[in-house]
């Protein structure tokens, strides 16, 4: 009996100290580039990732159909670049940086992330030739792994946070004065 105890609690402290703490509760990015789309994405715990083609500029072929805008797909995410990407973003620790790289010019992309883990939550927006690399590099990987998802239509609605910094606001009704 003193035998299969220790086991046991060998057993459960072993569990306990291998289970990895997640990286992070939830992920989401935005991005808008002048000429070419807007689209946002939201990363899952499991291996799916929603996306949501605002507007395209061009013709996006993903192997699959034509993406349409104003519409919402998913897609799986490679095993390895999601392990990359999130290993990546616990070693920068977003919350250490600001919340707005901004300079003042009228073209060009921009992009937001959102992360929350635990009680903090962090929204990063980018409009600058001076955002830190480590940030700038999360966007191109997360747009690297946007542009190679097989995306599949789906009815799902999902709100995206940080697609009110990227998107343009509507333009006002036109008055018939």
């Known amino acids: 009996m003193k035998d299969i105890t220790i086991f046991i609690f060998i057993s459960l402290l072993f569990l306990g100290c291998s289970k990895k703490e997640k990286e992070f509760d939830s992920l989401e990015y935005s991005y808008g580039g002048t000429f070419s789309e807007l689209y946002s994405l939201k990363f899952t715990e499991s291996d799916t990732v929603y996306v949501y083609q605002e507007w395209i500029g061009r013709h996006i072929n993903n192997s699959i159909s034509l993406l349409k805008e104003k519409t919402q797909y998913y897609g799986i995410i490679n095993p390895e670049e999601k392990l990359k990407l999130y290993n990546y973003i616990e070693k920068i620790n977003l919350f250490k940086y600001k919340s707005e790289y901004y300079e003042h010019y009228l073209d060009g992309s921009c992009y937001a992330i959102a992360i929350k883990k635990d009680n903090k939550s962090k929204t990063i927006f980018a409009h600058s030739h001076e955002t830190p690399k480590e940030i ?25 946070k940080t697609s009110e910094s990227v998107f343009p606001p509507p333009p006002p009704p036109i008055s018939n004065n």
Do not use: F, P, Q
């Open 136 to 160: 700038d590099s999360i966007a191109g990987w997360i747009n690297k792994i946007k542009k190679n998802l097989i995306l599949k239509e789906t009815k799902k609605h999902l709100n995206y």
